[in-house]
């Protein structure tokens, strides 16, 4: 039996594009559009990108000052969950902020990251209540749940959204040592 080239690279040429053309149009608009219309339809998103993998959805989010982070990152994790699965979700956050936020920060730090080493959280609202006194004009929200913990600096027009993960990454043997 002899076998024609032509219509053997047109038919695998035809079942790739279809295989692969249905991947693509099922993760763009089952999984990738669903969850970018949940998730921009939240109050005070204004802009979301999101990146879809094996193992993690990446959300690349532009927040308005003011915006609630852990209720945001609850309501992906539960209205999300048909399209996220079992992937692991990672926020990262369009910067917007100013040089005052930048300082309040920097001064707050080493006390927040003293408080996340010894697992004492009640420390950091603490810390940045009283840190507050120095900046008058700057709004500060701390929020907690089973994985991190949510600190929001605002100033009314720029804001800074820091996450601190509960479970610090352990650390491996340390290949120059």
């Known amino acids: 039996m002899k076998l024609r080239l032509m219509p053997v690279l047109l038919t695998a040429l035809l079942s790739a594009a279809l295989l692969f053309g249905g991947w693509f149009l099922y993760r763009e608009f089952a999984v990738q559009e669903p969850l970018e219309k949940m998730v921009s339809s939240y109050e005070g998103v204004k802009q979301s990108h999101i990146t ?23 309501y992906i994790n539960t209205e ?13 956050m369009e910067e917007h902020s100013s040089q005052v936020l930048d300082d309040y920060w920097d001064k707050a730090l080493f006390s927040v990251a003293e408080a996340m080493e010894s697992r004492k959280y009640t420390v950091i609202p603490e810390t940045l209540k009283q840190l507050s006194a120095q900046y008058k004009n700057v ?8 994985k991190n913990v949510y600190v929001s600096l605002s100033d009314g027009k720029e804001s800074k959204f820091i996450i601190l993960p509960r479970e610090p990454e352990t650390m491996g043997v340390w290949n120059n040592a």
């Open 52 to 74: 879809i993998n094996r193992n993690e959805v990446t959300l690349k989010l532009d927040l308005q000052p003011g915006t609630k982070l852990r209720e945001l990152v609850q």
């Open 80 to 92: 999300g969950k048909s399209i996220i699965g079992d992937r692991t979700v990672k926020l990262d």
């Open 139 to 146: 709004t500060v929200t701390t929020e907690i749940d089973d």
